[in-house]
């Protein structure tokens, strides 16, 4: 009984920190049940190999295997864990909430991508075809409900909108999400289902980016040039490579953490990195572009330092200083509405 004692801790062990993954999958018992097979099994091998190999690794198997075991728990297989979470589709139906609830003609639509994946939206016609229409694309693990505020705001003020689940999200499908990386893929379809809408200017097309939408527009606009306009709210780091240098040890900890967690995308997509923000963001010029950054959120702050000067004579940054990220709509509502609404109505005149 005194041998199973390692492995049956170290199985509780195990459970508790798969648990947690499980957790954000949705599927917390599968994973905790898998958890302690694993500590389980780790234990009971460990005590077998020391006992074979001499009786000094038998007394110490226990201090032997914390310390492999924290280390590739931390740095291999957390972050790869992490990784295959990020990637995991999250198909919900859209229920509960749609433009018809603040009065919107709209219609349900199904967009073919390029590689047979088939991404669900809504479309609201301009108050006025042709006219201009603003593509809309919410943040990571959502749906399109998630940008219900700026639909509301730009279709209320007269443009049309085109919102969507990206792919393995909400009524989209595919197999994986891919943290904005393929889905920049994506957007060169919607704007040619957009630009065949008899309803739609295909020369006055904006797009708003909510965190990943913000994402996956900085990705895509370089190689979109008939998106005329970009409102990029709550942009981070596109890649390892735009991550700001660490100032305490802290810092340090979570960009070697990180810097695994890319690792585990890469492996789990099968593609490489995409480019930095900060080469990318040039490209965008010189079409008009604002960058919104939560005041009080201070790695957005600081990761969005360096874009500063990659924006061009035609873009702008707009700091909201009492904002948590994406947070302008909350913290300043009426202010945010008008300084977008501004910025579309200009940059699509």
């Known amino acids: 009984m005194k041998r199973l004692l390692f492995p049956l801790v170290n199985a509780l062990v195990l459970a508790a920190f798969f648990g947690v993954v499980g957790y954000y999958l949705f599927d917390p018992l599968r994973w905790l049940l898998l958890g302690a097979a694993a500590g389980l099994g780790v234990g009971l091998l460990a005590d077998v190999l020391s006992r074979r190999i001499s009786p000094w690794f038998y007394r110490r198997r226990v201090t032997l295997v914390v310390l492999l075991e924290i280390p590739l728990m931390i740095f291999v297989v957390g972050p790869y864990l992490?990784?295959?979470?990020?990637?995991?589709?999250?198909?919900?139906p859209v229920t509960g909430w749609s433009p018809a609830d603040f009065g919107a003609d709209?219609?349900?639509?199904?967009i073919p991508a390029a590689d047979g994946v088939t991404l669900a939206g809504w479309f609201i016609p301009p108050a006025n075809p042709p006219g201009p229409?603003?593509?809309?694309?919410?943040?990571?693990?959502?749906?399109?409900?998630?940008?219900?505020?700026?639909?509301?705001q730009l279709a209320e003020a007269g443009y049309g909108v085109l919102a969507y689940d990206q792919r393995?999200?909400?009524?989209?499908?595919?197999?994986?999400?891919?943290?904005?990386?393929?889905?920049?893929?994506?957007?060169?379809?919607?704007?040619?289902?957009?630009?065949?809408?008899?309803e739609a200017d295909?020369?006055?097309?904006?797009?708003?980016?909510?965190?990943?939408?913000?994402?996956?527009?900085?990705?895509?606009?370089?190689?979109?040039?008939?998106?005329?306009?970009?409102?990029?709210?709550?942009?981070?780091?596109?890649?390892m490579a735009d991550l700001?240098?660490?100032?305490?040890?802290?810092?340090?900890?979570?960009?070697?953490?990180?810097?695994?967690?890319?690792?585990?995308?890469?492996?789990?997509?099968?593609?490489?990195?995409?480019?930095?923000?900060?080469?990318?963001?040039?490209?965008?010029?010189?079409?008009?572009?604002?960058?919104?950054?939560?005041?009080?959120?201070?790695?957005?702050?600081?990761?969005?330092?360096?874009?500063?000067?990659?924006?061009g004579e035609n873009g702008e940054?707009?700091?909201?200083?009492?904002?948590?990220?994406?947070?302008?709509?909350?913290?300043?509502p009426d202010e945010y509405t008008q300084r977008m609404l501004r910025f579309f109505e200009t940059a699509l005149a």
């Open 82 to 92: 992490m990784a295959y979470a990020m990637t995991q589709p999250l198909n919900t």
């Open 106 to 110: 709209y219609r349900d639509v199904r």
């Open 133 to 152: 229409v603003v593509l809309v694309l919410h943040g990571s693990a959502a749906n399109r409900q998630q940008s219900r505020w700026h639909i509301e």
């Open 168 to 198: 393995a999200l909400g009524e989209s499908t595919g197999s994986q999400q891919s943290g904005g990386w393929l889905d920049a893929r994506d957007v060169p379809s919607v704007v040619d289902f957009l630009t065949d809408q008899p």
């Open 202 to 239: 295909p020369d006055r097309i904006g797009a708003v980016g909510l965190s990943l939408g913000a994402h996956i527009l900085i990705f895509a606009g370089p190689d979109e040039p008939r998106i005329g306009a970009f409102w990029l709210d709550g942009a981070g780091i596109g890649s």
């Open 244 to 311: 700001p240098e660490a100032e305490t040890f802290a810092e340090q900890f979570a960009t070697v953490v990180n810097r695994q967690i890319e690792w585990g995308l890469k492996l789990r997509l099968g593609i490489e990195s995409p480019s930095p923000f900060r080469t990318l963001i040039p490209r965008l010029a010189p079409r008009p572009t604002v960058m919104i950054v939560a005041g009080l959120d201070p790695l957005e702050r600081r990761a969005n330092l360096p874009y500063v000067a990659a924006l």
């Open 317 to 332: 940054q707009w700091v909201i200083e009492n904002a948590t990220h994406v947070g302008g709509p909350v913290a300043i």
